[in-house]
């Protein structure tokens, strides 16, 4: 299976870096030491990143049709701008291979963190009446907790119950985007392709640099993923073992007990998921833009009599 075959988007993210290749010039070879977590911070505090949070949880309701329209909105430079760019490129020529690669996979990217999104919107919606619940059911004994009570509980937990896991194949699509940004970078820390690629050293920094971050940033996010997936389907199996005893008051308020206990966890690790997503779109958007300013740079006379 090609890498991007389809049209894409990608992110960054702060996590341990991968390792080098064995290779005695890694010093020369890979783009200066990335500070991910300086990366992380100012990338949260640029207007950027505040634009891109009001942006995509203004429209949180977009159903899969609108997709396209949401791209438009939080990937930056358009694919229109890409493309006229690289139509400057010579065809065939290894530069237009691996930045429409890198192009194609970022939007790839963007567009699965777009259903990420929704994921978690979903994982909220799933969790809301849960909250309710905890809100206005006393925490004390059973013996506080009136039947009507219970049976709303009950009611709750079953419809929790029968509800889809919303990160069950969520991030399906991640692994090939992962495996190909390193395969992007791998090309790039080549010695020969990089001196066909670029004209300046800061010019192969930026790219190599943006592909480092962004399948880092994709490390991240999967990690993330698969900790809520856990997370919420341990819910599911405690829920599903309460509801065998039926309208019971005790177990009800049992079940209800557990559940208070982790309830303040799930919120804090989809908060967590959700900043990295639209940190995902920032950093997209950043390496984009810093790749097709070098590009226009590496063919000045092209795109002036274009």
Request: hydrophobic letters at 35%; aromatic letters at 6%; glycine letters at 4%.
């Amino acid at each position: 299976m090609r890498c991007f075959s389809l049209n894409s988007t990608s992110i960054h993210s702060p996590s341990s870096p991968s390792p080098n290749n064995n290779n005695n010039n890694s010093a020369t070879d890979t783009p200066r030491t990335v500070n991910l977590t300086r990366e992380y911070t100012l990338a949260v505090q640029t207007i950027s990143y505040t634009e891109l949070w009001s942006t995509i949880h203004h429209h949180q309701q977009q159903d899969e049709e609108d997709q396209t329209l949401m791209i438009d909105k939080v990937l930056h430079p358009n694919r229109d701008s890409i493309e006229e760019a690289l139509r400057a490129v010579p065809r065939g020529n290894l530069t237009h291979h691996l930045v429409s690669t890198y192009f194609n996979g970022s939007e790839r990217t963007s567009r699965l963190c777009l259903l990420l999104h929704n994921s978690v919107a979903a994982a909220r919606r799933l969790y809301s009446p849960l909250s309710d619940l905890l809100d206005l059911l006393p925490s004390s004994s059973a013996a506080d907790v009136s039947q009507a009570q219970c049976d709303w509980a009950f009611d709750v937990l079953t419809g929790f119950d029968g509800a889809d896991n919303p990160f069950q194949g969520s991030v399906d699509g991640f692994a090939d985007t992962r495996h190909c940004f390193a395969e992007l970078k791998r090309r790039l820390d080549r010695r020969r392709v990089r001196r066909l690629l670029f004209r300046r050293r800061e010019e192969l920094e930026a790219a190599a640099k943006g592909t480092y971050v962004l399948h880092n940033e994709l490390d991240t996010i999967d990690r993330l993923v698969a900790r809520l997936r856990a997370t919420v389907e341990g819910d599911k199996v405690l829920v599903k073992t309460g509801l065998r005893w039926g309208r019971d008051r005790c177990s009800v308020r049992e079940v209800v007990r557990h559940l208070r206990r982790t309830h303040m966890g799930v919120q804090e690790q989809m908060r967590d998921l959700e900043e990295h997503v639209c940190l995902c779109f920032a950093t997209v958007n950043r390496a984009r833009s810093l790749l097709l300013h070098e590009l226009l740079h590496l063919y000045p006379n092209r795109h002036s009599t274009g």
